[in-house]
T-cell receptor, first 117, second 111 residues
Framework: AQKITQTQPGMFVQEKEAVTLDCTYDTSDPSYGLFWYKQPSSGEMIFLIYQGSYDQQNATEGRYSLNFQKARKSANLVISASQLGDSAMYFC??????????????FGTGTRLKVLA | SQTIHQWPATLVQPVGSPLSLECTVEGTSNPNLYWYRQAAGRGLQLLFYSVGIGQISSEVPQNLSASRPQDRQFILSSKKLLLSDSGFYLCAWSVARRKAFFGQGTRLTVV
């Protein structure tokens, strides 16, 4: 079964608008971490934002914020004021296994975002 | 500061040939190490991870194997490549709760 689900294979957003990229997850581990990465066409993986399962507040990093709804097991990424350089593939990831010490990072299938001028 | 080196960047190999991709990490001790594969336009599939020297966990049964001969060295191998082994291979490391840091990747084409 998919542990990280990204249901939007592709998204378009107008420059300067906000966009939300969806991510749902599934784990029985009581302690886990949620991450978003950006992958431009070069292939490098760029870390954007992190949310711990026990964090009370939603994480924010500049124009990026993570809408964490623990009961619904969702961790959506919100990009405000989109820029042309935001066009890339975006991956949601979960780190589980903190209790067992295995520290596995599982990735979703990604959402390709295109920012329109 | 910590860095991760992954090579080669690009590789074209014939079907049936062996494979060895190497990844080394500098500036940290006892990292967790990972190998991922990304098919064209797709997500990252976790292939192997390691929490210590000689400790390898395989996520997907396949034509590949991994080894960790030293604390900061992670090697992905195959004895005989298949066409389906083509893809973008990424090595990554992490420590405890921290985010995973990725190498630049190796684009493997099996012909």
């Amino acid at each position: 079964a998919q542990k990280i689900t990204q249901t939007q294979p592709g998204m378009f957003v107008q420059e300067k608008e906000a966009v939300t990229l969806d991510c749902t997850y599934d784990t029985s581990d009581p302690s886990y971490g949620l991450f978003w990465y950006k992958q431009p066409s070069s292939g490098e993986m760029i870390f954007l934002i992190y949310q711990g399962s026990y964090d009370q507040q939603n994480a924010t990093e500049g124009r990026y914020s993570l809408n964490f709804q623990k009961a619904r097991k969702s961790a959506n990424l919100v990009i405000s004021a989109s820029q042309l350089g935001d066009s890339a593939m975006y991956f949601c990831a979960m780190r589980e296994g903190l209790i067992s010490g295995t520290y596995k990072y599982i990735f979703g299938t990604g959402t390709r975002l295109k920012v329109l001028a | 500061s910590q860095t991760i080196h992954q090579w080669p960047a690009t590789l074209v190999q014939p079907v049936g040939s062996p494979l060895s991709l190497e990844c080394t990490v500098e500036g940290t001790s006892n990292p967790n190490l990972y190998w991922y594969r990304q098919a064209a336009g797709r997500g990252l599939q976790l292939l192997f991870y390691s929490v210590g020297i000689g400790q390898i966990s395989s996520e997907v049964p396949q034509n590949l194997s991994a080894s960790r001969p030293q604390d900061r060295q992670f090697i992905l191998s195959s004895k005989k490549l298949l066409l389906s082994d083509s893809g973008f291979y990424l090595c990554a490391w992490s420590v405890a709760r921290r985010k995973a840091f990725f190498g630049q990747g190796t684009r493997l084409t099996v012909v």
